[in-house]
């Protein structure tokens, strides 16, 4: 998807769905792209923060470090979201689809920003 697709997409399910913050991994060329998005939004009247996730370290090894608070139970999964269920739960290190992982992986780093500032 194109970012001004995405953008949109995004704009879409905001206003259905509010939410507290929002995390923009940046690395390279989408600290521009966060810029426009937080742009698309204020177009908007979206005024959601948009905080940059900045991934640190080897992927795999960010992944994986989820999973004692996974069987803990403290990352609760929606049992609809079955894809994105499926990447996690069948994640290794050499799989073909790690996005979902990562991602989820960026939701707790921010989570954790807003335990550790707010």
Request: proline share 5%; charged share 30%.
């Amino acid at each position: 998807m194109l970012p001004d697709d995405l953008f949109q997409v995004a704009v879409e399910k905001l206003q259905q769905y509010p939410i507290e913050k929002i995390g923009f991994e940046t690395t390279a060329a989408q600290s521009y792209i966060k810029q426009k998005f937080e742009e698309e939004l204020w177009k908007a009247k979206i005024f959601t923060p948009v905080d940059e996730v900045i991934s640190k370290g080897q992927k795999h090894e960010r992944i994986i470090s989820l999973e004692p608070e996974v069987k803990k139970g403290h990352i609760l999964f929606n049992p609809s979201n079955i894809r994105y269920n499926n990447q996690v739960k069948d994640y290794n290190k050499g799989a073909k689809h790690d996005d979902a992982p990562d991602s989820l992986y960026g939701a707790v780093q921010l989570g954790e920003m807003k335990c550790f500032l707010g």
